[in-house]
T-cell receptor, first 114, second 111 residues
Framework: AQTVTQSQPEMSVQEAETVTLSCTYD???????LFWYKQPPSRQMILVIR??????QNATENRFSVNFQKAAKSFSLKISDSQLGDAAMYFC???????????FGTGTSLTVIP | DSGVTQTPKHLITATGQRVTLRCSPR?????VYWYQQSLDQGLQFLIQ???????AKGNILERFSAQQFPDLHSELNLSSLELGDSALYFC??????????FGPGTRLTVL
């Protein structure tokens, strides 16, 4: 069974600094998707970034980028120039390419310190 | 706006009652997923439907049931409600590949 592990329940970062959130996953598949979702205090689930496993290039969306290490089954999220609005719970998620089910980690709560 | 709609936004009811939560997926999405999120907790996957058929079941209680209709909207039925069922219930939809898009959630309070 696929599992997704986020080993950092809480993280904090100074405003304008960089922070990296960790995620590891377990799978025997070679083709899959990985995602980071953000859940701010409003509790809306917002897609931050996605990565297709067949792509070697790390995905980037403005200040958000990932470090995808397929062999190590690691998928970390880097937030650069952190802003107060980045404060949220961040969930890592996995989906097989041919499957329907998504697997979510337990989340990392990010605090941004002014 | 993700394109996924959920009604109602808030629901307050009493123990022992039954409620129905409704979800309309994004246009073109055939898969609908239901999740439960208690306060300060992660997402608990409940159930998934694809084009009207149940595809996967997670930690869904026997008191809960769901269905997806021909127009692809879905309903989650919660019965014999208990205090512990108070939570935020999310619906999400997706296509065959790619990400899920989440609705704004229904906040259920059981008194």
């Amino acid at each position: 069974a696929q599992t997704v592990t986020q080993s950092q329940p809480e993280m904090s970062v100074q405003e304008a600094e960089t922070v990296t959130l960790s995620c590891t996953y377990d799978t025997s598949e070679s083709d899959y998707y990985l995602f980071w979702y953000k859940q701010p205090p409003s509790r809306q689930m917002i897609l931050v970034i996605r990565q297709e496993a067949y792509k070697q290039q790390n995905a980037t969306e403005n200040r958000f980028s990932v470090n995808f290490q397929k062999a190590a089954k690691s998928f970390s999220l880097k937030i650069s120039d952190s802003q107060l609005g980045d404060a949220a719970m961040y969930f890592c998620a996995y989906r097989r390419n041919t499957g329907n089910q998504f697997y979510f980690g337990t989340g990392t709560s990010l605090t941004v310190i002014p | 706006d993700s394109g996924v709609t959920q009604t109602p936004k808030h629901l307050i009811t009493a123990t022992g009652q039954r409620v129905t939560l409704r979800c309309s997926p994004r246009s073109g999405d055939l898969s609908v997923y239901w999740y439960q999120q208690s306060l300060d907790q992660g997402l608990q996957f409940l159930i998934q439907y694809y084009n009207g058929e149940e595809r996967a079941k997670g930690n869904i209680l026997e008191r809960f049931s769901a269905q997806q209709f021909p127009d692809l909207h879905s309903e989650l039925n919660l019965s014999s409600l208990e205090l512990g069922d108070s939570a935020l219930y999310f619906c999400a939809s997706s296509r065959l590949a790619g990400e899920q898009f989440f609705g704004p959630g229904t906040r259920l309070t059981v008194l």
